[in-house]
């Protein structure tokens, strides 16, 4: 079974700052897909970023970009240039076709953005 | 335009009291997920279907019956509630399987939640 693990209960970073939030998988597949979920106290679930594992190249959606490293089941997410509405939950997500396509989801991560 | 919708958004109730929660997606999409956050945060995944058929159900206990009548719908019955349930309950739909020449999206879209309180 796959299994996601986010290290860092919680980031704090000043506005206009980079913040990276680490997430590391456990998998024996070789095509899956890895997302960035934010959950601000709304509690509504955003997509911020997907990764398809067979692509080499980093993705990347404005100030989010992420650093994919395949061989070491590394798939960490940076915020550039920091917003104070960037301030949620963030979830790692790792989705497996062979596992009927569910999302694993990390422990998550609290992002603070101190003005 | 809401993608996917939930209600209620909050539901209180006893113990020992049956109740459900709606889910409806006007995304087109093939497979809607339940998933269930507990207070720690935690997301795991309950069930999903795929054009009504059970795909995945994720050792749930069987006081847990997801009903779908169709792709576009998805809901959750609870019956003799306890108080480990009480969580908030995500639905999420996605496109899985593409039609001949469609696109699948693979992104899961979810619902507000529900805020499920059981005293």
């Known amino acids: 079974a796959q299994t996601v693990t986010q290290s860092q209960p919680e980031m704090s970073v000043q506005e206009a700052e980079t913040v990276t939030l680490s997430c590391t998988y456990d998998?024996?597949?070789?095509?899956?897909?890895l997302f960035w979920y934010k959950q601000p106290p709304s509690r509504q679930m955003i997509l911020v970023i997907r990764?398809?594992?067979?692509?080499?190249q980093n993705a990347t959606e404005n100030r989010f970009s992420v650093n994919f490293q395949k061989a070491a089941k590394s798939f960490s997410l940076k915020i550039s240039d920091s917003q104070l509405g960037d301030a949620a939950m963030y979830f790692c997500?790792?989705?497996?076709?062979?596992?009927?396509?569910?999302?694993?989801f990390g422990g998550g991560t609290r992002v603070l953005v101190k003005p | 335009d809401t993608a996917v919708s939930q209600t209620p958004k909050y539901l209180v109730t006893q113990m020992g009291n049956d109740k459900s929660i709606k889910c409806e997606q006007n995304?087109?999409?093939?497979?809607m997920y339940w998933y269930k956050q507990d207070s720690k945060k935690f997301l795991k995944i309950m069930f999903s279907?795929?054009?009504?058929?059970?795909?995945i159900n994720e050792t749930v206990p069987n006081r847990f019956s997801p009903k779908s009548p169709d792709k576009a719908h998805l809901n959750l019955h609870i019956n003799s509630l306890e108080l480990g349930d009480s969580a908030v309950y995500f639905c999420?739909?996605?496109?899985?399987?593409?039609?001949?020449?469609?696109?699948?999206?693979?992104?899961?879209?979810f619902g507000p939640g529900t805020r499920l309180t059981v005293t």
């Open positions: 279907y795929n054009n009504k058929e059970l795909i």
């Open positions: 995304l087109g999409h093939d497979t």
């Open positions: 998998t024996s597949e070789s095509d899956y897909y």
């Open positions: 997500a790792y989705r497996s076709e062979a596992a009927g396509n569910k999302l694993t």
């Open positions: 999420a739909s996605s496109q899985d399987l593409g039609a001949a020449g469609g696109p699948k999206s693979y992104e899961q879209y």
């Open positions: 990764q398809e594992a067979y692509k080499q």
